[in-house]
């Protein structure tokens, strides 16, 4: 019970933006969302979250809907150390719940 | 300042035995989070322990178990081993804060193979 659905899998040129999607249909008022990476099999690597404001740090930034039920992590220049599987992650309480993912795959 | 740091890299064990990982958190951290990443699968939450105790536990069974030290490293142990516990066991570390964690941070993890 993930809490979150991502796009499987998903392409981005290099030195292009990687928009990549989130839906939240079900979070709630005090809930975060949570981004983090995992590149072949090393630890998740954490990368930004937020509550309701957009959030940006040297990694990325975080769009997340007005109605908070969806998100946009953006790699603004994609490179190829960015391909790695991203995860959205509602963090319920105390719990983070880690879905399957989005494999991004940065392309020369 | 150094961060989440797990031993061994791997782990080879016939089925049956008994396997140790062990995790150190960072510094200031007090809690921990245990969680198994079998090939090809997300990450399913195993164990929380803070301040030495169990505060939670995933849907695993009673043969994954654990211990927090008073330093706040820990220990999973996992004990009759079965071919389907080789996996990637992840270890990550946050601070608790009016009763709401924080930020987790993951160690290397652990490479289990169980034969």
């Known amino acids: 019970d993930a809490k979150t659905t991502q796009p499987t899998s998903m392409d981005c040129a290099e030195g292009r933006a990687a928009n990549l999607p989130c839906n939240h249909s079900?979070?709630?008022?005090?809930?975060?969302v949570y981004w983090y990476r995992q590149i072949h099999s090393q630890g998740p690597q954490y990368i930004i979250h937020?509550?309701?404001n957009n959030e940006t740090n040297e990694m990325a930034s975080l769009i997340i809907t007005e109605d908070r039920k969806s998100s946009t992590l953006i790699l603004p220049h994609a490179t190829l150390r960015d391909t790695a599987v991203y995860y959205c992650?509602?963090?319920?309480?105390?719990?983070?719940?880690f879905g399957t993912g989005t494999s991004l795959t940065v392309i020369p | 300042e150094a961060g989440v740091t797990q031993s061994p890299t791997h782990l080879i064990k016939t089925r049956g035995q008994q396997a140790t990982l062990r995790c150190s958190p960072i510094?200031?951290?007090?809690?921990v989070y245990w969680y198994q990443q079998a090939l090809g699968l997300g990450l399913q939450f195993l164990l929380w322990?803070?301040?030495?105790?169990?505060?939670n536990r995933g849907n695993f069974p009673p043969r994954f178990s654990g211990r927090q030290f008073p330093n706040y490293s820990s220990e999973l142990n996992v004990n009759a081993l079965e071919l389907e516990d080789s996996a990637l066991y992840l270890c990550?570390?946050?601070?608790?804060?009016?009763?709401?964690?924080?930020?987790?941070?993951f160690g290397p993890g652990t490479r289990l193979l169980v034969l």
């Open positions: 990550a570390s946050s601070l608790l804060n009016w009763g709401y964690q924080e930020t987790q941070y």
């Open positions: 079900t979070i709630s008022g005090n809930e975060y």
């Open positions: 937020g509550l309701k």
């Open positions: 992650i509602v963090r319920l309480g105390n719990q983070f719940y």
């Open positions: 510094s200031g951290h007090t809690s």
């Open positions: 322990y803070d301040e030495g105790e169990e505060r």
